[in-house]
């Protein structure tokens, strides 16, 4: 059953399709978290917070967007709350190796981790677009949307992003060989 058919059945009251939802995008929800948070238990605690909001403001769900992109709006406020409460922001994020699905042609196993290690070097901002554009394929517009800054501005710090990455690789390159 499509994101839609769920949506318009939790507006009728059906509390199934809320769970149907959660069993969806709950995993990976909670890994985008994770790699804005770097703490296991935020990371549970602000999923439960998204949920909680889904489920009360189904209702001002906009048409334009789609339920995928409109939960990780939710999520991204929820994380900004979180750090309004804790003042604080992480200096480096781990990512799950097996969550990495990175379409540049980088193979298995140790380039994998390769690729883990770097995108951990990359300052927040760069980790967040690269994160949502190749982890969770997101499109330029809807990764506008959950940051909040034009698709310009998504395009330019992608862009940065792998220029950097490429750089660091490099610099790898020339230091082991």
Not at 58 to 66: F, L, M, V
Not at 119 to 147: C, G, V, W
Request: charged share 30%; net charge positive; with cysteine.
């Amino acid at each position: 059953m499509e994101d839609k058919e769920l949506v318009h059945r939790m507006l009728n009251g059906d509390e199934l399709a809320l769970e149907a939802l959660h069993k969806r995008y709950a995993r990976q929800i909670y890994h985008y978290i994770f790699t804005e948070t770097s703490s296991y238990d935020a990371a549970e605690e602000i999923l439960q917070e998204v949920f909680y909001k889904v489920a009360t403001k189904i209702r001002h769900i906009k048409q334009r967007s789609s339920f995928k992109t409109w939960i990780y709006v939710i999520t991204r406020h929820a994380i900004i709350d979180y750090y309004r409460i804790q003042e604080t922001q992480p200096k480096t994020v781990p990512l799950q190796e097996e969550f990495i699905d990175y379409h540049g042609g980088v193979g298995q196993g140790e380039q994998l981790s390769e690729l883990q290690h770097l995108i951990n070097q990359l300052p927040l901002k760069y980790r967040r677009i690269m994160h949502l554009r190749y982890i969770e394929e997101f499109s330029l517009i809807d990764t506008a949307r959950i940051t909040g800054v034009s698709v310009m501005s998504v395009k330019s710090t992608q862009k940065r992003a792998k220029k950097l990455l490429k750089t660091q690789r490099d610099e790898g390159v020339a230091c082991n060989g």
